[in-house]
C-alpha cells in the first residue's frame, strides 16, 4: 500500500466511520457504533505504518496530500 492509498482509505474510513457512529447513535444499536469507531480507529493507525514519503520515508502532513514532500522536496508519485 502507497501513501495515496493510506490518505483514501483514512478518508473514507474516518467519514464512513462517522456515519456508521451516527448511525448506532440513531437506532440505538452499540454494535454499529462500536464499529464506526473501530473504522476510524483503523483509518487513523494505518496511516502511521504507510502514511509517508516513498522518497525519505518521513511523515507527511494528514490534513492534505502534499504533490512535493516538505522535507526532501522530492516530487510525489
Ligand atoms: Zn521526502
Same mark, same amino acid.
Given at each position: 500500500?502507497?501513501?495515496? +492509498? ?6 473514507? &474510513? $474516518? !467519514?464512513?466511520?462517522? %456515519? #456508521? ?5 440513531? +437506532? ?6 462500536? &464499529? $464506526? !469507531?473501530?473504522?476510524? %480507529? #483503523? ?35
Amino acid at each position: 500500500m502507497n501513501y495515496k +492509498t493510506s490518505y483514501w482509505l483514512m478518508r473514507i &474510513l $474516518g !467519514i464512513g466511520g462517522i %456515519l #456508521v457512529m451516527l448511525i448506532g447513535g440513531i +437506532t440505538g444499536r452499540t454494535v454499529i457504533g462500536v &464499529l $464506526g !469507531i473501530i473504522c476510524v %480507529l #483503523v483509518g487513523t493507525l494505518q496511516m502511521n505504518f504507510f502514511y509517508h514519503c516513498p522518497h525519505c520515508k518521513r511523515d507527511l502532513p494528514k490534513r492534505t496530500l502534499p504533490k512535493t514532500c516538505p522535507y526532501c522536496k522530492k516530487p510525489l508519485d
